[in-house]
């Protein structure tokens, strides 16, 4: 019997670093074999997760097409770094797992979430600093969006306390398995932060050129086209449909724009700044980063 290959390697978040570019950027590297979908979800299992595998049958099938020369297995779940459980799960599934955190300005994070779930359609309110008020009342059942399937991604101070989840990280894991690259240092250097992921998995420099823009900050044209996407979605979940529907993707690609990062006042930016500012001194002390910016401009 063919032993089934399982991962070694997790992107864990934080969500909207630099994920998604760095996992498209490995998956071509000869010796890296990432999943499809890049995010399974698997081992995060105190959320709710829309199209979250379960099974771990069908979780180990999406890295059976693993060749030998395949040294690093990975995937790219970006809320087992939020998951209150998925590393102690994943430490219990793999002997030897290594960890890439990529890290932002908790600020940026939570106004470009909001931009996220704002696409996507768990959100409704367009005007950041309102749906961050409505946070208190949403963690109490109220304001919810009808089409939101995980409220829980509308708790954007909650989700965005970084400090608190790598402290946690830093609890479960050996600090020579987790690699650690802020999103400002990846932004400006694209190359030298891909060539660190690459020493720190013990694999050689590829000859990869070009670093192109992923993931960048879009919002929805029509919201009644946005909301009908998301029925045919519900409605292939219901039926069991597990495959991917091009036509969803496709309508929701021409149903978007790129877009501007919203200004903040004065005042919410300050605001913010204090909120997050105790999590941000851990941060701190946890990865021996001075991220002094982050909390005084």
Known sequence: MTKLATP????????????????????THPNVFFSDPKEPQFFARDFHNKGAIRNLDEYLNLFSAAKPQHYVIAEGSTKYLRSEMAIQKIEEFSLDAHY??????????????H???LLNGDENEPDFEKAWRLQFERKNGRYIPL???EP?????????????QVQRLFDIVERNRIKVIFFD??????????????????LDIDDRKNFIIINERRTTVFRSIKYLTRVASRIKRAFGISKRIGLIRFVNRLNSCQT??????????????NYFYNDIRKLELVTGSDLS?????
């Open 260 to 273: 501007e990062k919203p200004k903040l006042s004065a005042s919410f930016n300050k605001e913010l700044r």
């Open 152 to 164: 829980m991604d509308l708790q954007y101070g909650y989700f965005c306390k970084i400090g608190e």
């Open 100 to 113: 890439l955190v990529m890290l932002r300005n908790p600020v940026d994070m939570a106004i470009s979430l």
């Open 147 to 149: 089409q939101c399937d």
């Open 293 to 297: 910016e982050w909390y005084s401009t």
């Open 185 to 202: 240092d990846f932004r400006k250097n694209t190359r030298h932060a891909y060539d660190e992921v690459l020493d720190f998995l013990n």
């Open 8 to 27: 070694n390697f997790f992107i864990i978040g934080a969500p909207k670093s630099g994920t998604t570019a760095m996992s498209e950027y490995l998956r």
């Open 115 to 117: 931009s996220q779930v």
